[in-house]
């Protein structure tokens, strides 16, 4: 029994299961129209750089310290312009951290197929009809037109916010103003394609978490003796891990929208509400999959313990009552039996709960728990 891809988008089905692009030409790709196609606009419109911002790159880079060695571009400054693009860090960081989570995201929407075949191919769990069902359900539920339907409305409302900051006469200062060009109308395009499909994206990786923490609880099978040390259930591990560093990447977006701001949306209440409901709810997309997951081996392992109990009890009262009726030899093989049983039970006890290395996600957590303190310090500091 095969599952099929998990995600039915054409255009997403075409680059990352068809054309099976890399993950780091997505990220690049990503930066590339997310940074790079505002880039061009600032070109045409003469804002890359401000005055103040000319004079620091000459005195950064002496070989430009020459009058005539900075093309038009970068010596034009339009009057009113304080916020240039080259000095727009907060666009600039918020590009390079979509860098990594676009590249994960392949990894994440093509190891939700490829971790429920892998519990199906080692028989952890076993190829049954309540299986496909389960797959195919929550598959239905992530490709659902109503979740195209929300991600394009959260989608407009980005375009119209960033088209009304665009035309506001308030924003003059910032390189994307109307009065500039058409920068900003390009960056309300590009905005309105992220968050699309970056709505899109986190429906497809939240539903395909939900589905691996339901097909490991469908009849899992024990395997102490599988070469991953956690009964087969490694590849829900490796998925677990790509999810928490996926999260990561959105909580640094975060910050950044927080500590550094972006046309006073850092001040808006909505913010500072999306901002807390998207770090408590990131995590709990990882952790939906590892409770279950760790709840399953948990459960194997003690019933696997219990079923090995009688006989060893069996095994050391025989090697008691033969030792107390002087009958050495048959004490003696009892005992054997009894300490191989013992021998059992320790290798199983050991067996790890745990589908991933603990010192790695240790780090990982560390990491997002210092996100989300960092990130509500700002929000408190700015309330």
Request: with cysteine.
């Amino acid at each position: 029994m095969t599952l099929s891809n998990w995600c039915e988008s054409k255009l997403l089905r075409f680059f990352i299961h068809k054309a099976n692009v890399h993950c780091v030409v997505c990220g690049l790709a990503v930066f590339a129209v997310y940074w790079g196609i505002p880039f061009l606009f600032s070109i045409f419109d003469d804002t890359l750089l401000t005055e103040h911002g000319e004079k620091v790159v000459r005195e950064l880079v002496p070989p430009l310290a020459g009058a005539g060695a900075f093309p038009k571009p970068l010596t034009s400054h339009p009057p009113g312009l304080k916020l240039a693009y080259l000095e727009d860090k907060t666009h600039l960081l918020f590009a390079l951290f979509l860098v990594p989570a676009a590249m994960i995201f392949p990894v994440i929407l093509r190891g939700i197929n490829r971790c429920s075949n892998r519990l199906l191919e080692d028989h952890v769990i076993p190829e049954s009809l309540l299986a496909q069902q389960t797959y195919d359900r929550f598959k239905a539920l992530a490709n659902h037109q109503l979740g195209r339907v929300f991600s394009l409305s959260v989608a407009v409302t980005a375009f119209f916010l960033f088209f009304g900051f665009h035309l506001n006469p308030r924003f003059s200062y910032w390189w994307g103003s109307s009065q500039y060009g058409l920068a900003g109308l390009g960056l309300a395009i590009i905005e309105f394609l992220m968050v699309y499909f970056g709505t899109q994206a986190i429906i497809y990786i939240a539903l395909g978490a939900i589905v691996i923490g339901h097909l490991v609880r469908i009849n899992p099978k024990f395997h102490p003796f599988h070469h991953d040390g956690c009964s087969g259930f490694s590849p829900v591990g490796h998925l677990i891990m790509m999810l928490w560093l996926f999260a990561i990447c959105l909580a640094a977006e975060i910050y950044v929208a927080t500590k550094f701001g972006y046309l006073d949306l850092e001040l808006n209440t909505m913010t500072w509400i999306l901002a807390v409901t998207g770090l408590v709810a990131l995590p709990l997309i990882a952790i939906y999959p590892l409770y279950h997951c760790a709840q399953a081996l948990y459960s194997l392992k003690l019933r696997e313990l219990k079923e090995l109990e009688p006989s060893l009890i069996g095994f050391y009262a025989d090697a008691k009552h033969s030792a107390t009726e002087h009958q050495y030899a048959n004490a003696a093989k009892s005992a054997d039996n009894a300490n191989s049983f013992v021998e059992l039970h320790k290798y199983i006890l050991e067996v790890s709960i745990w589908p991933f290395d603990t010192r790695a996600f240790s780090v990982v957590v560390a990491i997002y728990t210092v996100q989300c303190y960092l990130t509500m310090h700002e929000l408190i500091a700015g309330r």
